[in-house]
């Protein structure tokens, strides 16, 4: 009877994956047709720019056509009138200045004609839309959603070592201040640098090298989307999108009409805090399909269960709230040993990491929000933390820290 049942079970599911294929299959044909669309629209204003430019030169060459022509039509009559004069010393005399100074006028007018010697029109192609898409491997990402058991750890982490990552570059002109962190897929550190408006990489938290590209304003927060691209939030209310190659270059932008803190990313969707009350669902394009008004006090860097659909959000007035699928604000977790909790992250097998930001710790918090046990104290060396990710492969904490400590250095605990 159980093996009748997974036979059937898996030939439903047989079905759905053949069915699921399809769709997959003609959402990346409809994704193919947007950019046409959209390439067509950049083609047709791409080509009014070249009919104006036409335009305005050929209205201006017309111009300059004419004047030439009148000035030759003035030549020609005082050319007319010095040979009329011919004989007559007085009339002649007459003619004689009218013609020097209509010369010297024609030369004035040519000499500024002569400045313009060219007429043609040039097309720069934006190479960082080609640069975009020669990144780019595939039109997104495909995944599957059969449900895999992870393997949940109830273990209290204890840290086995602790370095320390120097951060300040030699072109920094201030000391650094890093509100927001992430691993990329390949393991780089992403930092946004908030005083120094840059997006720092080490490309290895082992053995670090940094590079670092700069950004029209102030960077809050990064996640990264996929293993090409990263996006930050600015001061300015702007979600940044940078390009992750050999050498990080930001790309398009996303202005959005509320604050923008902290960031991060779950399938086709950015979720954007906006460090005041209130946690933002947007597409990729920037447009909101949900606001989530909760009393969320110093709403600040966001997590996701490893487990099922909710999102935890850290917030400076209460400590850690979760929220379901439905946006609905289900659980609340505060203690006074994360006093004004700010970073947050996941470790992959069902535990959170939390910083309070004046209590200078570190917690261990089931996804269930029952705590486990304080991971990393201030006799540890850690001061005002303000962002966390976990290197699961390993098994590094990584802790920013605020401009009230010493910044320009990130805490690495080594965990076991």
């Not at 923008?260 to 209130?278: E, V």
Request: glycine share 4%.
């Amino acid at each position: 009877m159980a093996m009748n049942e997974i036979k059937s079970s898996r030939e439903t599911l047989i079905q759905r994956l053949s069915k699921s294929k399809t769709e997959a299959e003609n959402e990346i044909r409809n994704v193919r047709m947007a950019m046409e669309t959209l390439l067509n629209s950049l083609e047709k204003e791409s080509l009014k720019e070249i009919e104006e430019q036409f335009r305005q030169m050929k209205l201006q060459l017309e111009e300059e056509k004419k004047g030439a022509e009148d000035e030759l039509d003035i030549l020609k009559q005082a050319e007319e009138g010095l040979v009329k004069a011919e004989g007559n010393r007085a009339q002649q005399f007459v003619s004689l200045k009218r013609a020097q100074n209509i010369i010297a006028q024609t030369k004035e007018m040519s000499r500024s004609l002569r400045l313009t010697n060219d007429a043609n029109i040039l097309f720069a192609p934006d190479s960082a839309i080609r640069y975009f898409l020669l990144n780019r491997k595939t039109l997104g990402s495909v995944n599957h959603d059969v449900a895999t058991q992870i393997k949940q750890r109830k273990a209290l982490y204890t840290i086995k070592a602790t370095r320390e990552l120097h951060i300040k570059m030699q072109n920094d002109e201030s000391s650094c201040w890093v509100h927001g962190s992430c691993l990329t897929e390949d393991g780089a550190l992403l930092m946004a640098d908030f005083n120094n408006d840059t997006l720092k990489r080490a490309n290895n938290v082992k053995n670090p090298l940094l590079d670092q590209c700069k950004l029209p304003d102030h960077p809050y927060s990064v996640c990264c989307l996929n293993k090409h691209e990263a996006a930050v939030t600015l001061l300015n209310n702007t979600v940044q999108f940078v390009s992750l190659a050999d050498k990080m270059t930001p790309t398009r932008q996303i202005k959005l009409t509320h604050y923008c803190f902290g960031i991060a990313c779950k399938g086709d969707k950015l979720y954007i805090t906006d460090n005041i009350n209130s946690l933002y669902i947007h597409d990729m394009t920037g447009n909101l399909l949900k606001k989530v008004l909760q009393n969320i006090p110093g709403s600040r860097h966001i997590a996701f269960s490893d487990t099922g659909n909710e999102t935890f959000v850290a917030c400076l007035g209460i400590g850690l709230i979760t929220i379901d699928v439905n946006a609905k604000h289900t659980n609340t977790y505060t203690a006074s040993d994360i006093s004004d909790s700010t970073g947050i992250c996941s470790d992959g097998r069902g535990n959170l990491f939390v910083c309070g930001f004046n209590s200078s710790t570190v917690v261990q918090i089931g996804q269930d929000l029952n705590k486990i046990g304080e991971i990393v104290k201030r006799s540890n060396g850690l001061k005002h933390p303000q962002s966390l990710c976990f290197d699961h492969r390993t098994s590094t904490l990584i802790v920013t820290q605020s401009h009230q400590s010493n910044s320009d250095i990130v805490k690495l605990f080594d965990l076991q």
